[in-house]
Each structure stands twice: as structure tokens, then as C-alpha cells.
């Protein structure tokens, strides 16, 4: 036991002595930090023929807020635009969730059935008001 | 070797650390260097979104994405595509084409255009409607070269209170580049625009899933014939001297000088010539601002149906800091160099200004080079930090028309029109 705490005290030492010139020095310092999923696109094949293409445009997923009507949301939103239109906006009033979403279907043509719509306007609100929201 | 022998010699090496450690302890101390640098924070990652207050920062606020021949941008929306440039492409009067921020309507965007396919047509009220491939429009006619700022009628969106919806922009859907093509004069007088002519219409490659003839379905903008704005528009096939990218328009776009980039049709594969003037989504109802100077009202206003819209068109005078950006402190006493862009809609930017002091005073800034009257001007001035401090520094712009860039800010449902005067806070440290 004796011997044990002997061998430990200059670690300790040693450990102390170490944070002290650490912060000391005050640099260098190192943070865990997660890597983004920003990648190089490799080049593409090109042939001479005429036509000019580009690889396909990336859509990543949206982490968008768990709760009823989600699944109406990624249904018909999805369907002419991703719902990463949802997370971009600002907090919004309730009334504008709502005028928002009676805009796609009538000046837009979505034709979502109405239960869908209500459902959709209810899950906005719900999550993407200045009092509801949260990511 | 036995337990006590192996403790021994751990113990021994431990010792020896400690005293090494000790050592560099004792020597780092006494080195110059040792307080040099400021403990740091640890690194913070931009917040998702901004509001129900302004979005305080520069660009909006996404995370950086990698599209087809684009440079990381700021990500808005992925389908249909929205991409916003950084602040510091900004440093020079051009936007590189691999940072020029990207804005489309519909998610019908091109991946692909076969060039043996593709025609630009010029048709409607003309007498002898065109089918004009790339080669006839780089060869039949003189290639025309003009710099203009092209920036979305949303730009900064961002900064309004209340904040409306849409694309929120921070400052970067601009951008400058040196357009090269066709004049539009020149391809409507070879179809010969016939009479009772009242607007031609420009239609792109883009379409969407909604139902034919309304505005999720196709996007549509028309110019009025006697417009004299059609006089300087280009259908360019060149911007910065490349191929235009996919996702800026290739083959070719239309550049209207000074206008909204709105009616910048992207992929123009459709001009057409109208008899009565098109009332399609994209006219009578979106990309319009109140009849009211600059363009600004309230929501009151607004809900009480008092607000009468025109078609947005010319955009006001702007500038901005890029340099420094306030992202790092300033030893006072130092002599550093202030850098940013001016541009107008209604004519070159004459004048630029620098305030201190919250607008009291105001010195010019040195403009650099002239590209011309449409297109991106930069501007330097020297500014030494005297205290340390907070400091906030403007700017502000003059084009030749007289416009100057005011201190109020602006309101409309569409989130259009933000021009007022920038400000850029910095911090100043002490210097010893």
C-alpha cells in the first residue's frame, strides 16, 4: 500500500506540473468537434458529345420537429419542394403558418385534402411559432 | 524481474518525468511567449435559425452544402435549390461563378441540356418566329460584354421586422459578373415584332409539379416593349468569360441591367411577344412592391387591404463592409485599411462614405476601379481604432441620380427593397 501511494505521488506531480505549463502557455488547446458531411464532389466523366449534365443536386435530411401530422407534412409539402423550407423560416405566427399553408393549396393548386391541411397547419404551429419553437 | 524490481523502475521513470516536466515548467515560464495567447473558448456553432428578432449576422445563418461546380455555400433550401454566397467573396468587384449564389422557384431544374436539342425560340406577335441554337447566337451576332450586379429582389429578407416569410437572406443573394452575349434588341428585331405588341415574355427550362397555368407550374416574367430597359438587356452565354453554371442559367440567361435579378430568366429557352399584358402568378401577384416611396408600408396597412402593389423593378442603392468583419479584435493605434462594394440600380454609385460616430460625420471612401454604371464598385478608406473599445462603424452609398441610402429601415410583406445604411461593429483591444 505504502509503496503504491509512493509510485503514485510523482504521477500526481508530474500530472499537476503539466496542467500548470499548459496553462501557462495557453495554447494549443484541442476541442473534440464533430466532422461535417461537406465532401468533395469528384470529377464527372465528360464526354465531347453535346450534352452538358451536371451530377444530381444534393438534398440531405431535415430534422424536422417529432409530433402529429409530421408524416403529413413530409407527404404532401414534399411534394414540390423539400421541407427544409419549413426549418429556414423564422419563427412565424400561428395566422402566417396558416395563411402559409392556404396559399400552396389555393394559389398553388397543392390540392391537399382538408383534413391533411388542417393537420399540416396544426403541426406548424405546434412546433414553428416564436412561442413553440425549439430547433 | 521480480514485483518490487518492475515498481522500481516505474517509480524511477515517473521521477524522471516529473522532474522533466518541471523543468520545461520552470524554462516556459520564464520565456516571453508564455502569456501571449488568450485562453479560448470553445468553438460555436452558428444557431439553426433566427427571430422572431432580425437575424443579426452578416449571411444567413445555414450550414454549407456542396452542389454540382459550386464552392461550399450557405445552404437555404436544397429542392428547389437556394444558395447564398459568403461575405468574403465579396472582396472583389466580380462573384466568382462557383460562388455566385443560386436561387430557383420550381424543383424542375436542369441536370442536363443537349445542346443538339436546344433552341432558343423567339415566337408569339412577331412575323418570322426563330428557332436560334448556341451557335447562332455566338456567331450571327456581335457579342456584347457588360458588368452587372445581379441580386435577388429577397436579398437580406433577413432584417425585416416583422419578419415575413420566404427565402431569409442575409446579405449574400448578390453577386457581379461580366456578362457576355447577344442583345435582346437584336433577336426581337430578326423576329420583327409585329404591331399591337404590348410585353415580351421570358421563360426559362424550369417547371414544377403544380397544375398548368399557375405559378407552381412554370415561372414566367414579362417586360413591357417600351420599356427602355430592353435596350441594354444581353441573352448572355457567358459570365466571368465561362460557360454559365447549370445552376445560374446554362446555356444562356437573361441579364437585365439594374432590374431585380427576378426577370434574369435562367435557361431563356422562350421569348415571346404578348398582345395583352401577362396577369400569370409571377406578375399580378409575386415580386411586387408597395406603391409607396421605397416601397415600404405596415402590416396594418397591409391587413386593411389599403396597400396598392406595382411590379418590383430597379434596385435601390446599397453598400457594405467586407473587410474587416468584425469576426477578430483591432490593437488600437492601428492603421487598418476598411473594404466593401457599392452598387445602384439607377446608375453608377458616385459617392461612399464612411461614419464613426453614429452617423454625424461623415468622410468619403477612395472607389476603385469603374466596371460601369451596373456594376459592383469597390471602395477602401483607412480607419485607425484611437480607444479601445466597441466601436460601430457605417457606411453608406450615393448613386448619380442622387440617391443615398437611408437610416430607416423598410417593411413589406414580400421582404423586398432593404437598403439601409450597414453598419459593422468592431472591437478595438489595447494595444500594449
Known amino acids: 500500500m505504502k509503496n503504491r501511494a509512493r509510485a503514485i505521488f510523482p504521477v500526481m506531480c508530474s500530472l499537476v506540473m503539466a496542467a500548470v505549463v499548459y496553462a501557462q502557455l495557453k495554447k494549443g488547446y484541442y476541442a473534440p468537434a464533430e466532422l461535417g458531411i461537406l465532401r468533395q464532389a469528384a470529377p464527372i466523366d465528360l ?21 402529429e401530422g409530421l408524416q403529413d407534412v413530409q407527404i404532401y409539402c414534399n411534394t414540390c419542394h423539400s421541407p427544409r423550407y419549413i426549418i429556414m423560416q423564422p419563427p412565424l405566427p400561428a ?29 406548424l404551429q405546434a412546433h414553428y411559432t416564436p412561442d413553440t419553437r425549439k430547433q | 524481474m521480480n514485483a518490487t524490481e518492475r515498481c522500481l523502475s516505474r517509480r524511477g521513470l515517473l521521477k524522471l518525468l516529473g522532474m522533466a516536466s518541471s523543468g520545461i515548467a520552470a524554462s516556459r515560464w520564464l520565456a516571453p511567449d508564455a502569456t501571449m495567447a488568450q485562453q479560448p473558448s470553445p468553438e460555436k456553432i452558428m444557431e439553426p435559425f433566427s427571430g422572431p428578432s432580425a437575424n443579426p449576422h452578416w449571411n444567413s445563418l445555414g450550414p454549407y452544402i456542396s452542389e454540382p461546380q459550386k464552392a461550399p455555400l450557405i445552404l437555404l433550401t436544397d429542392r428547389p435549390v437556394q444558395l447564398e454566397t459568403p461575405r468574403h467573396y465579396f472582396r472583389t468587384a466580380f462573384t466568382p461563378n462557383e460562388a455566385f449564389y443560386v436561387r430557383w422557384h420550381l424543383d424542375g431544374i436542369p441536370n442536363a441540356v443537349d445542346l443538339k436539342e436546344w433552341k432558343l425560340q423567339i415566337e408569339g406577335n412577331v412575323n418570322k418566329p426563330l428557332a436560334l441554337t448556341l451557335p447562332d447566337l455566338m456567331q450571327k451576332f456581335k457579342p456584347v460584354s457588360l458588368a452587372a450586379v445581379n441580386q435577388c429582389s429577397g436579398n437580406s429578407r433577413s432584417r425585416l421586422l416583422p419578419r415575413v416569410p420566404g427565402g431569409q437572406w442575409g446579405n449574400g443573394a448578390m453577386g457581379n459578373a461580366m456578362w457576355t452575349g447577344v442583345r435582346l434588341r437584336e433577336l426581337l428585331d430578326m423576329a420583327g415584332v409585329k404591331s399591337g405588341s404590348l410585353q415580351v415574355q421570358f421563360q426559362g427550362l424550369e417547371t414544377g409539379q403544380g397544375p398548368a397555368g399557375l405559378g407552381s407550374n412554370l415561372f414566367l416574367k414579362s417586360l413591357d416593349l417600351k420599356n427602355p430597359v430592353l435596350d441594354e438587356c444581353l441573352v448572355a452565354y457567358l459570365m466571368n468569360g465561362e460557360p454559365l453554371p447549370m445552376l445560374n442559367g446554362f446555356p444562356v440567361r437573361l441579364v437585365v441591367p439594374g432590374y431585380f435579378a427576378t426577370y434574369w430568366t435562367k435557361c431563356l429557352s422562350w421569348i415571346r411577344v404578348l398582345t395583352a399584358p401577362d396577369e400569370n402568378f409571377w406578375m399580378k401577384t409575386g415580386y411586387r412592391m408597395p406603391d409607396t416611396p421605397r416601397g415600404n408600408t405596415t402590416p396594418d396597412d397591409v391587413k386593411a387591404g389599403k396597400v396598392k402593389t406595382i411590379p418590383l423593378e430597379r434596385f435601390p442603392v446599397r453598400s457594405f463592409f467586407i473587410t474587416p468583419d468584425g469576426s477578430s479584435k483591432i490593437p488600437s493605434g492601428m492603421n487598418v485599411t476598411l473594404r466593401g462594394i ?9 459617392r461612399v462614405e464612411i461614419s464613426d460616430d453614429g452617423g454625424k460625420n461623415w ?9 460601369g454604371a451596373y456594376s459592383f464598385r469597390t471602395w477602401e478608406a483607412p480607419w485607425t481604432a484611437e480607444s479601445p473599445g466597441h466601436h460601430s462603424l457605417a457606411v453608406r452609398a450615393t448613386d448619380e441620380k442622387g440617391n443615398t441610402q437611408p437610416d430607416e429601415p423598410v417593411w413589406n410583406p414580400g421582404g423586398y427593397l432593404w437598403n439601409r445604411i450597414e453598419r ?3 472591437v478595438v483591444g489595447n494595444a500594449s
Open chain 2, 342 to 350: 457599392a452598387f445602384s440600380g439607377f446608375g453608377a454609385v458616385n
Open chain 1, 95 to 123: 395566422s402566417t403558418w396558416e395563411a402559409e399553408v392556404n396559399k400552396m393549396n389555393k394559389t398553388f393548386g397543392a390540392a391537399i385534402p382538408d383534413d391533411n391541411t388542417q393537420k399540416i397547419i396544426l403541426y
Open chain 1, 47 to 67: 464526354s465531347p458529345d453535346s450534352n452538358y449534365q451536371v451530377s444530381a443536386y444534393p438534398v440531405p435530411a431535415v430534422d424536422l420537429a417529432h409530433g
Open chain 2, 424 to 426: 459593422q461593429e468592431i
Open chain 2, 363 to 371: 468622410t468619403a471612401a477612395k472607389l476603385g476601379e469603374n466596371h
